[in-house]
């Protein structure tokens, strides 16, 4: 995720910035961010780039989504770039 053109750093450092509640919402954040930058680039980004670089994120972050089906709420966020484009 450090090097990907579409992953959105402010949001990163939002999601780091967490102590309370929040992570999930903001995870989604990224991943629709994600999908709207590669989507809006012509770049046909899939739901398992999309959790890939999640996980990323996550396995620095305390790997709070390691049992989490996170390709399947990438798809999600995939579907909603596409419903609200």
């Known amino acids: 995720y450090k090097n990907c053109p579409f992953f959105p750093k402010r949001l990163e450092t ?4 967490i102590t309370n ?3 999930y919402h903001k995870m989604f954040q990224i991943m629709v ?3 709207g930058s590669a989507i809006k680039n012509n770049y046909p980004i899939t739901s398992d780039e ?3 670089l999640c996980r990323q994120l996550d396995s620095e972050t ?3 989504y ?4 996170l390709t399947k709420e990438a ?3 995939l ?4 419903r609200n484009m």
């Open 14 to 17: 939002e999601y780091r910035s």
């Open 21 to 23: 509640t929040g992570w």
């Open 33 to 35: 961010a994600v999908a």
């Open 50 to 52: 999309i959790a890939l």
């Open 62 to 64: 305390g790997n709070w």
């Open 66 to 69: 390691k049992d989490r089906p």
């Open 75 to 77: 798809d999600r966020a």
């Open 79 to 82: 579907e909603y770039v596409y």
